[in-house]
């Protein structure tokens, strides 16, 4: 009984270090070396390999025992009914044991490659992505003609178990990584990437005297196609828009997506007149017939053009540049092109118009707050509550965040605003306690610049006890770019935080750097996945791995995954098979001012209780 203890715990060990390596974001190659060197070290009789599987080939990721003219030998090597242990294994998509190489036929043609290598026996498992495809195998040798032993087999059992378990996140990080720098619909570089291009273009264009364009191109009114025909049939159309700049514009200069209707163009070793042509040539393609369902869609649009080193220096002036002459374009009557003058620059006169409407904004108390539901999928009960922050200016009305959030952060005055949203939801938490209205925590977003100036603690801590509330009900939310931040104060602003009971979530996450080395450096305790992952659940298999991948480093470590912008109950469906913690979305509510929050409170119970709630209802209900 010892002995089977030992070797259990042994196994147990393995799978530790092997999670922890995974969790930390070592690279597959080192994760599945250390795995094979690991089960070695346990069972000295065993050499291992892990192979993956790409286009019918054996490809070697990890084989620290075997000979080099072996695997030399084997890369590349075409999977099929008899093609050895892997090869066959690969093919059949079940396990393949070879207790005696030189007698089996599955081995011929291969048997002098394993005298290379000096093993007369393999038994190779393959190992599957979710789709049941075959995309590694793990296999182990033995020097001498033998079949393998209870332990052997219950250490390749969870060997394979660990293999889908790192390649799976590995492919769900490079999947994050593509997203990071490509746009996720079209498949164009996004601002990121184009960023990085027009530097080192700016930079070769300064050394040899040379000029560069940027464009930026909007399509005229396509917000009617989308609200006319749905979000669907203009996803089909940025598509086909995107396909068409790609084929206009020469493969050395770089076409991105910036976001929604709008694409950037940048373009090497070019003058004005070479341009122009360029910006002629994307409107005339665009304006070829663009059909969707038998439906011909207009597909105009207006261009603003910056040259370097002309019309500034540096690309975000560039960009700004050519978006003030691309507006210039469509006031004149769209479908159009212009090149920067600096007598356009209005964007300067509205932008501190806006900061100036900021500034009294936060004098005049025109900020409110909104409250969206947090459920927990597993009780069906309230998990908390996410403060949104409203602007109601005197003029203009509702003013959405995406417009005066970004200048409140460029102008230094995002630290009011944020200063406000915490006193408030501190208020308002005391407020709901008097009432006896049952709010277990609320999120609130922060900036990075509340932690690089290191001041957020105090203030934190200050609100807490001003308004008598314990630190376990407030959430920070923050991004995953500020978890990238080297800044001591922004360690320290952590570690104080987490010293009073403050959680910490990396909201939108899997959208932007996405390292489980920062989950592991800072004291995070939820993760949102970000509702771009959940929208097209459960019909995206993209979306369903990424959601999954997501959930499953969670899971590994321990944190809770908040999934955003859920709105059917399709999207529910799989988040809670996949274990999912929390859902915030329509599904369960819009956001609304904290006094509507009882009587949502209120059909909740009443949702949980009645017998003839709706279907969607009882499904939520479980």
Same mark, same amino acid.
């Given at each position: 009984m010892?002995g089977?203890?030992?070797e ?6 393995l ?6 390596a995974?969790?930390l974001?070592?690279?597959l ?5 250390l795995l ?7 069972a000295p009789?065993?050499l291992c390999?892990?192979l993956?599987?790409a ?6 990721i990890?084989?620290?025992s075997?000979s ?11 999977i099929?009914?008899?093609?050895g ?5 690969a ?8 207790t005696d190489i030189f007698n089996d ?8 490659l394993a005298?290379?290598s @000096?093993?007369?026996?393999c038994w190779?498992?393959p190992?599957?992505d979710a789709?049941g ?5 793990f296999?182990?040798?033995y020097r001498?003609?033998?079949g393998?032993?209870g332990?052997h087999r219950?250490?390749?059992e969870a060997?394979v178990h ?6 799976q996140?590995?492919?769900a990080?490079s999947k994050?990584?593509?997203l990071?720098f490509?746009?996720q619909?079209t498949?164009l ?11 080192i273009?700016?930079?070769?264009a300064?050394?040899?005297?040379e000029r ?9 009114r396509f917000?009617?196609i989308?609200?006319?025909?749905g ?6 159309f ?5 396909r ?7 493969a050395s200069?770089?076409v991105?997506?910036l976001g929604g209707d709008?694409f950037?163009?940048l373009l090497n ?6 341009a122009?042509?360029t910006?002629?040539?994307l409107l005339?393609?665009l304006?070829?017939?663009l059909?969707i369902?038998?439906m011909?869609?207009?597909s105009?649009?207006s261009?603003g053009?910056?040259?370097y080193?002309?019309?500034a ?14 507006y210039h374009a469509?006031e004149?009557g769209?479908?159009r092109?212009r ?5 356009m620059?209005q ?6 118009e ?15 707050l909104?409250?969206?539901? @947090?459920?927990d ?5 309230l ?10 200016h005197p003029q203009?009305?509702?003013v959405p ?10 102008c230094g005055?995002?630290?009011?605003i ?11 938490l005391s407020?709901?306690?008097n ?5 277990p925590?609320?999120?609130?977003n922060?900036s990075a610049?509340?932690?690089?100036q290191g001041?957020i603690?105090?203030r934190v801590t200050a609100?807490?006890?001003?308004h008598?509330?314990?630190?376990e009900?407030l959430?920070?939310e923050i ?11 922004t360690?320290v ?15 939108d996450?899997g ?5 489980l ?6 004291p ?7 509702r771009s992952?959940v929208?097209d659940?459960?019909?995206d298999t993209g979306d369903?791995?990424?959601a999954?991948?997501?959930?499953r480093v969670? @899971?590994?470590?321990g ?7 859920v709105e059917n109950?399709?999207?529910l469906?799989?988040l809670?098979?996949?274990?999912c913690?929390v ?9 609304f001012g904290a006094?509507e929050?009882p009587k949502?409170?209120?059909?909740l119970?009443?949702s949980r209780s009645?017998a003839a709630s709706?279907?969607?209802e009882?499904?939520f209900?479980g």
């Amino acid at each position: 009984m010892t002995g089977e203890r030992d070797e259990r715990d042994s196994i147990h060990v393995l799978q530790r270090d092997i999670l922890e390596a995974v969790a930390l974001g070592k690279p597959l190659a080192e994760v599945m070396d250390l795995l094979c060197r690991r089960a070695e070290l346990l069972a000295p009789e065993m050499l291992c390999s892990v192979l993956l599987v790409a286009n019918g080939r054996l490809h070697t990721i990890a084989a620290p025992s075997l000979s080099p003219e072996y695997l030399a030998a084997l890369e590349g090597a075409e999977i099929g009914p008899k093609a050895g242990s892997c090869g066959t294994a690969a093919w059949r998509g079940e396990h393949v044991e070879v207790t005696d190489i030189f007698n089996d036929p599955l081995w011929e043609g291969y048997q002098d490659l394993a005298a290379l290598s @000096q093993v007369s026996a393999c038994w190779s498992t393959p190992i599957k992505d979710a789709d049941g495809s075959v995309v590694a195998t793990f296999a182990i040798y033995y020097r001498t003609p033998r079949g393998a032993v209870g332990f052997h087999r219950r250490m390749v059992e969870a060997c394979v178990h660990l293999c889908t378990i790192a390649i799976q996140n590995d492919r769900a990080k490079s999947k994050i990584h593509h997203l990071a720098f490509y746009d996720q619909l079209t498949g164009l570089p996004n601002r990121t990437l184009l960023g990085d291009r027009a530097d080192i273009a700016l930079a070769l264009a300064n050394s040899k005297g040379e000029r560069v364009a940027v464009m930026l191109l909007d399509i005229d009114r396509f917000k009617t196609i989308n609200d006319s025909l749905g979000y669907a049939v203009g996803d089909r159309f940025l598509k086909e828009v995107a396909r068409r700049l790609q084929v206009a514009v020469p493969a050395s200069d770089t076409v991105c997506r910036l976001g929604g209707d709008e694409f950037a163009i940048l373009l090497n070793q070019v003058d004005a007149t070479r341009a122009a042509e360029t910006a002629e040539e994307l409107l005339s393609a665009l304006y070829e017939r663009l059909e969707i369902d038998g439906m011909a869609l207009p597909s105009n649009a207006s261009i603003g053009i910056s040259m370097y080193p002309d019309d500034a220096s540096d690309f975000d002036a560039l960009l700004k540049n050519a978006e003030v002459a691309m507006y210039h374009a469509k006031e004149q009557g769209r479908n159009r092109f212009r090149f920067f003058k600096s007598e356009m620059d209005q964007a300067v006169v509205q932008r501190l118009e806006m900061e100036g409407a900021i500034r009294r904004a936060i004098l005049n108390k025109e900020f409110a707050l909104d409250f969206q539901p @947090q459920v927990d999928l597993a009780t069906h009960t309230l998990y908390g509550v996410e403060a949104l922050v409203r602007w109601n200016h005197p003029q203009w009305g509702r003013v959405p965040p995406e417009h005066f959030i970004p200048l409140a952060e460029e102008c230094g005055l995002i630290n009011d605003i944020d200063t406000w949203v915490l006193e408030e939801t501190c208020r308002q938490l005391s407020t709901w306690d008097n009432l006896g209205v049952a709010v277990p925590a609320v999120a609130v977003n922060v900036s990075a610049t509340d932690f690089e100036q290191g001041n957020i603690p105090r203030r934190v801590t200050a609100a807490l006890t001003r308004h008598g509330i314990k630190g376990e009900r407030l959430i920070l939310e923050i991004t995953e770019r500020l978890m990238m931040d080297r800044n001591e104060n922004t360690l320290v602003a952590f570690e104080a935080l987490r010293k009073v009971g403050v959680r910490i979530s990396v909201d939108d996450f899997g959208t932007g750097y996405s390292s489980l080395t920062y989950l592991k450096r800072f004291p995070v305790s939820e993760l949102k996945l970000d509702r771009s992952f959940v929208s097209d659940l459960p019909h995206d298999t993209g979306d369903q791995a990424l959601a999954a991948a997501v959930i499953r480093v969670g @899971q590994s470590l321990g944190l809770t995954v908040v999934a955003e912008g859920v709105e059917n109950d399709a999207q529910l469906t799989f988040l809670r098979a996949q274990g999912c913690n929390v859902g915030q979305g329509f599904f369960f509510s819009e956001p609304f001012g904290a006094d509507e929050l009882p009587k949502w409170l209120d059909r909740l119970a009443a949702s949980r209780s009645s017998a003839a709630s709706s279907p969607m209802e009882r499904h939520f209900l479980g």
